[in-house]
């Protein structure tokens, strides 16, 4: 053998390492798949639950355009945005001011599955 002559046993890859590339390879590959479904899964509940928060949030502030002050007890609604069918229950309560209400709009889908809660105060107009 002479000195700067590459052995012929040198030359390229094994077998092993080939499958340990290929395995790690397929890993990266499934990771970032799994990333990519977790990503769409988390927009589309970020879109319903937009969704939901503009059908509660319509009933409170119809609540206040409407200058009523708010019976106690409860009462439930349907409210449709883009397409998509969602039940808002409106529960009226007392507050130890008797000129104040609190109002809690609950946002259930069409599975009946809670999806948002918001909770304000109304107070009785002059």
Known sequence: MTIGMPSSRGRGFTLVEVLVAVTIVALCLAAG????????????RLAINSLAQWCAENELTEMRLT?????IGDNSVTC?????????????RGTPNPNFRRVEAQVF??????????????????
């Not at 200058?67 to 019976?71: D, E, G, I, L, R």
Request: charge should be positive; charged fraction near 25%.
């Open 67 to 71: 200058k009523t002050f708010p019976s």
């Open 109 to 126: 889908d069409d599975r009946d599955r809670p999806l948002l809660t918001i909770t304000t105060i109304v107070g009785r107009n002059s």
């Open 80 to 92: 449709a945005q883009l397409g998509r069918d969602f039940n808002v229950k409106m529960a009226v």
């Open 33 to 44: 798949l799994r990333a990519a479904g977790a990503m769409t899964s988390n927009s589309d």
